[in-house]
């Protein structure tokens, strides 16, 4: 049997280096949280393959649009959500089980707003587990991996192009310090190979990736 670190770290892999990425709620306006994601994704150079999920587009930034989850036929390693918060869980209820291997959610309004949001947090690690999908956040501004080109983030730091992809990865919870200290760090030439945004923590922390990046060779320096 598989253990449980096992599947961690095939999730965490297929967060950081996912072969194809959907992002609910893309968006090509700009004030729509989902339109950063997608928009780094193209201008940064991710090769995978891109599913945007917009329940009455056809088509975004030139990339066929899809009207649910259920549309897209293959798998999908990483799931971007940037959807408003009461509609997640049906989001996830529209996946077939298997079929979305991890998840980032960029949606706020869960446990850092009260007790109401706590239930609807804990509501959303439930329904994600039992579709086997271990995700990153909720509340989180992103992550990017500089080394293969994979930006799905709302951090303004990744307006910049040429970034360099350095040995260190950087985790942070909170999105606007974790962007500052992101582009100072680059202003130095100071390479931040993996920035991570974990938010409330409502399934993978710090001490998963911890554990992941310690085996892997181009991380000299993980910290947070």
Do not use: W
């Amino acid at each position: 049997m598989v253990g449980e670190s096992d599947e961690t770290r095939r999730s965490i892999k297929a967060l950081l280096q996912p072969s194809s990425i959907a992002i609910a709620g893309a968006s090509s306006d700009p004030g729509k949280l989902g339109s950063l994601p997608l928009a780094f994704l193209l201008k940064h150079g991710y090769a995978g393959a891109i599913y945007p999920v917009h329940p009455k587009l056809d088509e975004i930034s030139g990339l066929r649009c899809y009207r649910s989850m259920a549309a897209i036929e293959g798998d999908v390693d990483l799931l971007v959500i940037a959807v408003p918060a009461a509609r997640i869980v049906d989001l996830l209820n529209d996946c077939r089980p298997g079929q979305v291997r991890s998840a980032l959610v960029l949606s706020s309004g869960f446990a850092e707003i009260g007790a109401e949001g706590a239930a609807l947090q804990r509501e959303l690690r439930a329904k994600a587990l039992d579709k086997g999908i271990h995700f990153i956040g909720p509340n989180s501004v992103g992550v990017a991996n500089l080394h293969d080109k994979v930006i799905p983030s709302i951090s303004q730091v990744f307006h910049q192009a040429g970034l360099a992809a350095g040995g260190i990865g950087f985790d942070t919870q909170r999105g606007a310090v974790g962007t500052a200290i992101t582009a100072l760090a680059h202003a130095e030439e100071v390479g931040i190979g993996y920035f991570l945004s974990t938010g409330n923590e409502g399934d993978l922390e710090f001490s998963d990736f911890c554990d992941y990046f310690a085996e892997d060779p181009r991380v000299g320096i993980f910290g947070g």
